[in-house]
């Protein structure tokens, strides 16, 4: 299996530019996640779906950020205008299933992160 | 307070150091505890799990719970270069909508040093 694949890896933007992540999960699961990581803040969830709906967005930060999930293999994180303190390395991750049912196949599968500078 | 409390460090050890990664938390509900490791420039990944309270081992690494208490401990023994990594506690309880999803520390990063 491939894994959860991000991209871009790295984006280096200016202030006020649109930036757009994008991830593919692993084939089969059926929640996405997308996360947020700074040295200060640590690992937070911005917003998470099951089956492509939104269940859980109060973690995005404020309305300059939106997601999507077009379809079960396909979702974006949209910053709309970025900020310099949006810089942070930004997750995605796919799980099948409920995560609180902790057993093979059942835990939070991480992509490599797209490492995002505002300047 | 944060939910989760977990000193960022860094810790550094010598090569064969036992080493001790805590967590402390303040939700009782919590009832599946998780230790991610997540090495320079990755995302995350699972290392151990434990429900409730109690220890497991595998290899090296022993995870422990004091529910009580509400600690945890991931334990590492005879430390090797390649455990420097920052590792990540987690944990899951009932949530609002029963969704169960994971609350993570903000990771610990250790430096293993031969």
């Known amino acids: 299996d491939a894994g959860v694949i991000q991209s871009p890896r790295h984006e280096v933007t200016e202030m006020g530019q649109e930036v757009t992540l994008r991830c593919k999960p692993i084939?089969?699961?059926?929640?996405l996640f997308w996360y947020r990581q700074t040295m200060m803040r640590g690992l937070e969830l911005l917003i998470y779906?099951?089956?492509?709906?939104?269940?859980?967005d109060s973690g995005m930060p404020e309305d300059r950020f939106s997601a999507k999930m077009p379809n079960a293999s396909f979702s974006t994180l949209k910053i709309q205008p970025s900020e310099p303190r949006d810089s942070a390395v930004y997750f995605c991750?796919?799980?099948?299933?409920?995560?609180?049912?902790?057993?093979?196949?059942?835990?939070?599968?991480f992509g490599e992160g797209s490492w995002l500078t505002v300047v | 307070q944060k939910e989760v409390e977990q000193d960022p460090g860094p810790l550094s050890v010598p090569e064969g150091a036992i080493v001790s990664l805590n967590c402390t938390y303040s939700?009782?509900?919590?009832?599946?505890f998780m230790w991610y490791r997540q090495y320079s420039r990755k995302g995350p990944e699972l290392l151990m799990y434990t429900y409730s309270s109690g220890n497991k081992e595998d290899g090296r690494f022993t995870a422990q719970v004091d529910k009580s208490s509400k600690y945890i401990s991931l334990f590492i023994r005879d430390s090797q270069p390649s455990d420097s990594a920052t590792y990540l506690c987690a944990m899951i309880g009932p949530s609002t909508g029963g969704s169960y999803i994971p609350t993570f520390g903000r990771g610990t990063s250790l430096i293993v040093h031969p």
């Open positions: 939700n009782s509900a919590f009832q599946y």
């Open positions: 991750a796919s799980s099948l299933r409920k995560t609180g049912l902790i057993g093979a196949g059942n835990t939070i599968y």
């Open positions: 084939s089969g699961h059926d929640y």
């Open positions: 779906f099951n089956n492509n709906v939104p269940i859980d």
